[in-house]
């Protein structure tokens, strides 16, 4: 049975066909729950997108679509509202029947899989080798994570690709001090990334201090690129150590990527001559100063010239561009990606234009390959500054997911000050890493966003806590009541009191709301969907007794209860955020 919103949109086109003829029928509706229940269940834009196709008013274009809906198991009654809109109130019956199948199928809530599934490939993440991930790789790491499962869970194939920096001049001067310093042990010795943060950062500094090394990086370089057997070894050991602090932050964070996902830049290396080759073929590529380039049609410098994307310099090294052009065709190509999604700040956003532009151009990509860039906006600090520690340190990953942890284990011992510390620090995790993720989740993504840690662990407000408590809260009655909540999949559902019925209609939202997700790549829509419904729940908690009510009353709402708290568990999940069974 499909979920009540899609029947819904297909009475509305068919009403549309049945008045207007088919060629208007896929006119896409816009179905939003009414905030007052006396305006109905539903309130439907509709006659405004088609008033201009057919030259009529809105009103007597939603009078028509009235006329012509079928009411049929589904809808009480439908009428028109203000300059055209279209209200519907649904029958109680089909309320009541479409939040039984949800009960019932605990695995999915009664969600169905897409019929058109794809191949995504998820970007994601994608730090850089030998530094410490900071502040800054959180958000394409949470966000990319959320995405990925939730279009795996729509029943798309979701291929998740850590593009990780492990290949550039940069690494000559990695190997080149490690052997100078004897350090490849300190290296192999899994973990030791401070080692490697450490060989980074002086390595760095002698590059700019010292010519000799700096000569000597340089050649390595060249050796690398080469092939040499030592330096690629100790490249290697570098690249691995790196791996395993990544998956160890990754554990820590919740997020579901693992080393199988690493797919670096170096992966592509030997790929990238045969790009240019296939740019020229292509007859795209250009020569600008002794460099190799492409002007991707639409791009414009300040003069106004055409503005153009580097893809060989004129020493022949290649360039983040190259490689992006370079794993583009392989995902396309090998991994047969009819979507690819790049999660990264929006500092990027002009390069992958440009790279989208391009692969079009080249025909690489096809118009039945979708490409998508996710940007997002900057974390700031209380003074609307990007985020640093006092001394205007950038903030490691790992101190943010230990400070998290830590808060969190205050805040419970303070609430519950004989909670034993050993449980609170098991909670704490879910808690403390929920609400550093849920905080970056449910800011709209576009735009930068304040980080505060009192008001991310607070137990009000659009936080995870909140959700977290609101599921332990749902959960409480059974053990309260001395109910097993196994016995209620299969109960009757009498959404009749105007909390119920509100909640209820939150709760038969979920299919469009994850739908809007996978669109739009915007994982706070679920966010405030899961705040919307916990509000509800608690008016509905209000108003409505539970383990105080009798009768067919009582299972009805025990079973609401039920299936708010898995609601919640399966959307915070979607989100990469576990929940606690008390807090
Ligand atoms: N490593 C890059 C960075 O730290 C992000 C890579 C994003 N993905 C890509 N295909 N370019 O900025």
């Known amino acids: 049975m499909p979920d009540i919103q899609s029947i819904i949109e297909s009475k509305l086109s068919t009403a549309v066909a049945a008045a207007f003829g088919s060629d208007f029928a896929s006119a896409d509706p816009l179905i939003n729950p009414t905030r007052d229940a006396k305006f109905g269940d539903y309130q439907v834009n509709i006659a405004m997108g088609l008033a201009k196709k057919l030259g009529q008013k809105p009103r007597d274009i939603a009078q028509a679509i009235v006329d012509n809906i079928v009411l049929g198991d589904e809808v009480e009654k439908a009428n028109i509202a203000g300059p055209g809109f279209i209200n519907l109130t649904l029958k109680q019956s089909a309320i009541n029947e479409h939040a039984e199948k949800m009960l019932g199928d605990s695995d999915r809530l009664a969600l169905a899989k897409t019929n058109k599934p794809q191949t995504v490939v998820v970007d994601f993440s994608s730090p850089n080798v030998a530094k410490e991930m900071h502040v800054g790789h959180i958000r394409s790491t949470v966000i990319g994570d959320a995405l990925s499962r939730i279009l ?73 690129q ?79 010239d055409p503005m153009p994307m580097i893809v060989r310099k004129s ?107 050993s449980l609170a620090e098991e909670i704490a995790h879910t808690v403390g890493i929920g609400c550093l993720k849920y905080a970056d989740l449910s800011s709209d993504r576009i735009k930068d966003y304040i980080f505060d840690w009192d008001r991310m662990l607070s137990f009000d407000g659009n936080t995870a806590a909140y959700l977290q408590n609101s599921y332990v809260r749902c959960m409480a009655i059974f053990r309260k009541g001395e109910i097993d909540p196994g016995s209620l999949t299969s109960a009757k559902i009498l959404a009749e009191h105007p909390a119920e019925r509100a909640m209820v209609l939150k709760l038969l939202q979920l299919p469009q709301v994850l739908a809007g997700v996978a669109e739009a790549l915007e994982p706070h829509r679920l966010c405030n969907y899961l705040y919307e419904l916990a509000s509800l729940y608690h008016s509905f908690y209000e108003k409505c007794p539970v383990l105080k009510s009798e009768g067919e009353t009582r299972q009805s709402r025990l079973a609401l209860c039920l299936l708010t708290a898995r609601t919640i568990e399966k959307s915070l999940g979607l989100l990469g955020i576990q929940t606690p069974n008390q807090m």
Do not use: C
Not at 184 to 201: A, D, E
Not at 235 to 263: M, P, Q
Not at 321 to 342: G, S, V
């Open 315 to 421: 020493d022949g090294g290649f360039l983040y561009a190259t490689t992006d052009l370079a794993a583009a065709h392989y995902r396309i190509e090998e991994l047969r990606a009819d979507r690819i999604i790049y999660v990264t700040d929006s500092r990027q956003s002009q390069h992958f234009a440009m790279v989208f532009q391009t692969l079009r151009e080249a025909g690489w990509a096809k118009d039945n390959v979708r490409l998508d860039h996710v940007p997002f906006g900057t974390i700031m600090g209380k003074d609307k500054k990007p985020f640093k520690t006092r001394s205007g340190d950038t903030i490691k990953l790992l101190d943010l997911i230990m400070e998290a942890k830590k808060r969190a284990v205050d805040i419970l011992v303070k609430k519950q000050p004989d909670m034993k510390v």
């Open 152 to 224: 795996a869970f729509l029943g798309h194939d979701v291929i998740k690709q850590n593009h990780v920096g492990d290949w550039g001049t940069q690494f000559g001067m990695l190997v080149q001090y490690t052997i100078n310093n004897n350090m490849i042990k300190h290296v192999t010795q899994r973990g030791m990334l401070k080692s490697i943060n450490t060989i980074y950062q002086e390595s760095k500094k002698l590059f700019d201090e010292d010519k000799e090394f700096a000569a000597d990086a340089r050649k390595r370089v060249v050796d690398l």
């Open 226 to 304: 080469a092939g040499d057997q030592e330096t690629k070894d100790i490249w290697k050991e570098l690249v691995k150590a790196s791996e395993v602090y990544f998956d160890d932050v990754y554990k820590r964070l919740d997020v579901s990527l693992t080393l199988g996902d690493i797919r670096g830049e170096s992966f592509y290396n030997d790929k990238l001559p045969q790009v240019i080759e296939d740019l020229k073929t292509a007859g795209l590529l250009k020569e600008s100063q002794g460099a190799d380039v492409v002007y991707p049609d639409g791009f414009k410098d300040r003069e106004g």
